[in-house]
């Protein structure tokens, strides 16, 4: 009989615990992609031909896994309005039906909605220092184009064509970092 008790306890103790790992498995996500954030610029390149700067395989997986939470709201709505509920008419009965019906949802837009966000933010950081990084060195460029007066006509000519190229390089750079999206939020 003791042996029976200590099984018992040892199996709902083990459901307990197993009943928030859904909870905590989502919450860790988000804990996981908020502490990796502050070093996404260290990864970031906005040569990267997805669009994302080289993000996008994260945010796609952040999507899969907000529809797959998705897919376990509709379920739990459908089997929550299935069921016969004995106190529905009690205000209270009523918050708690409206909790569990709205929880899963909620969960599934905040496991793509937070992250994308913190990304949002760190990916704007990242293209305002490049573009001013790059629009110092346009303005350095076109400082070195005064500094022609006592050098020779072939020289000058080489060096006007090698700004123009470092010029048209810096201006291409820019372009892609505009185009670049900031997160896997924005289609």
């Not at 502050?38 to 970031?44: A, E, F, K, R, T």
């Not at 008419?89 to 009523?94: A, R, T």
Request: glycine content about 6%.
């Amino acid at each position: 009989m003791a042996a029976t008790l200590r099984t018992d306890s040892a199996m709902n103790t083990f459901a307990n615990i197993s009943q928030g790992m859904g909870l905590h498995g989502i919450i860790a996500v988000i804990a996981l992609y908020l502490r990796l954030v502050p070093n996404l610029h260290n990864s970031l390149n906005p040569n990267d031909p997805d669009g994302n700067g080289g993000i996008k395989k994260l945010g796609d997986a952040l999507w899969f896994f907000g529809m797959l939470i998705g897919a376990v709201a509709i379920l739990i709505s459908v089997y929550m309005f299935g069921v016969r509920w004995v106190f529905i008419y009690k205000p209270y009965v009523q918050i708690v039906f409206l909790f569990w019906v709205a929880f899963p949802y909620i969960v599934a837009i905040s496991v793509v909605l937070i992250p994308g966000l913190a990304v949002r933010r760190q990916v704007s950081y990242y293209k305002d220092d490049k573009k001013t990084q790059l629009k110092k060195e346009i303005a350095r460029i076109y400082a070195s184009y005064k500094q022609f007066a006592d050098k020779e006509d072939e020289a000058i000519a080489t060096e006007k064509k090698e700004l123009s190229e470092k010029l048209n390089r810096i201006q291409d750079e820019l372009q892609r970092l505009k185009c670049m999206r900031s997160s896997h939020i924005d289609r």
